[in-house]
């Protein structure tokens, strides 16, 4: 599997006119838009969990890591724009939960791995 950087932004008015604006500098985060990986990656570790409202993505990347070996690539593969209607910047406590019900379902197939 192979994960490029990403690069997140928003669009502000600057001088009368809408102009990207970055936030970050091009960096690992675990964005689906930024990875290649061949076919027999997806049938090992399977698609995304869908019973999970968010994290999903967060759950894959775990189980991927389990599964098999990351090549991150420190070139720019995406740029991601943040703004008030993304999913991510709703409600802090329900996004932390997910994220740790994710990280909660990792270990607990690891612990299962190693019996």
């Known amino acids: 599997m192979v994960i490029g950087h990403a690069q997140l932004f928003e669009m502000k008015e600057q001088g009368g006119k809408m102009q990207?604006?970055?936030?970050?500098?091009?960096?690992?985060?675990t964005l689906l838009g930024?990875?290649?990986?061949?076919?027999r990656i997806l049938e090992k570790v399977g698609y995304l969990d869908e019973r999970l409202w968010q994290s999903e993505?967060?759950?894959?990347?775990?189980?991927?890591?389990?599964?098999?070996?990351?090549?991150?690539?420190?070139?720019l593969a995406l740029y991601y724009r943040i703004h008030?209607?993304?999913m991510t910047?709703?409600?802090?406590q329900v996004r932390q939960s997910f994220f740790i019900k994710a990280v909660h379902h990792s270990i607990l197939r690891r612990r299962k791995q190693n019996e």
């Open 57 to 75: 993505d967060v759950d894959w990347f775990l189980r991927c890591k389990d599964a098999s070996q990351w090549n991150i690539v420190p070139k």
């Open 84 to 86: 008030a209607n993304n």
């Open 34 to 39: 930024c990875v290649l990986c061949h076919r």
């Open 89 to 92: 910047r709703s409600n802090i």
């Open 20 to 29: 990207q604006v970055m936030l970050t500098p091009p960096c690992f985060l």
